[in-house]
């Protein structure tokens, strides 16, 4: 596991465009969706750090670090269309270029290494150090008197990418789906079988939140995704991650 931070989206400094990480890029929907700053958010296996823009310039450090590193958040830029134009004329000469807008949120998402059973951390606002005020939980260092925020993180068993199968235990012509998730749940997968529909195939709750479906499928490659509660997810256990043309990411798996 990357022990560094996943910084990605569409970051806007006047006119330019910075790039993407593309390995990041998997948390692009989940960020998206993020309404206004709060509490840092567990997310898979990272943390989601957010805060209000209107603050000129936002940084973390982690204790496990030494505080040595400043990791800089950035600004969440989402899209607009602009108004359409009202005459016929109008329409033809203008084209409809979306329109990056501020969010009004700074983020950084962390992805924390395996065995880390906490996360101790200040933030930098504006130069000045402080604890996290959306982050109720704090500790005192013994050593320095410094005050740090903590938060706990889940244990992450780490997975053997060499020996786990990307085909699924299914009968011969079909892909089994396995999705883990909280109980009570609508869970869907839609990819290149089904044009991307993400309502036709909903997987069925075998027992309290692990979900499954065995779809019957000829030979090949085929891209993935599930759908989980109105969010876009790849497949948490499977690590063969692919770029569609039309610029998302997709899980991948192989039907013999």
Known sequence: MKRFVLIFLLT?????????????YR??????????AGAPELYEDAVIFTFPSTSRRVGIAFAHEGFSTVHWFKKLMKTENP???TTGTEKKKTATTPVYVDSGILFFVYEFPEGLKELRYRLIIDG???TDPNNPNYRMDSSTGIVHSVLSL??????DYEKRPVIYSAPAGS????FDGDPGQRVTVAGTFNNWDPFMYELTE???GHYELVLPLSPGTYRYVFYYKGERVLDPTNPRKVYTREGQTASEAVVK
């Open 12 to 24: 806007i400094f006047g006119s330019s465009l910075f790039g993407l990480d593309r390995e990041s």
């Open 27 to 36: 948390f692009l929907d989940h960020l998206l969706a993020i309404k206004k």
């Open 83 to 85: 108004p359409e134009p």
């Open 128 to 130: 000045l150090w402080v």
């Open 154 to 159: 889940p244990e992450v068993y780490p997975i």
């Open 175 to 178: 892909l089994r789906f396995m």
């Open 206 to 208: 075998n027992y309290p």
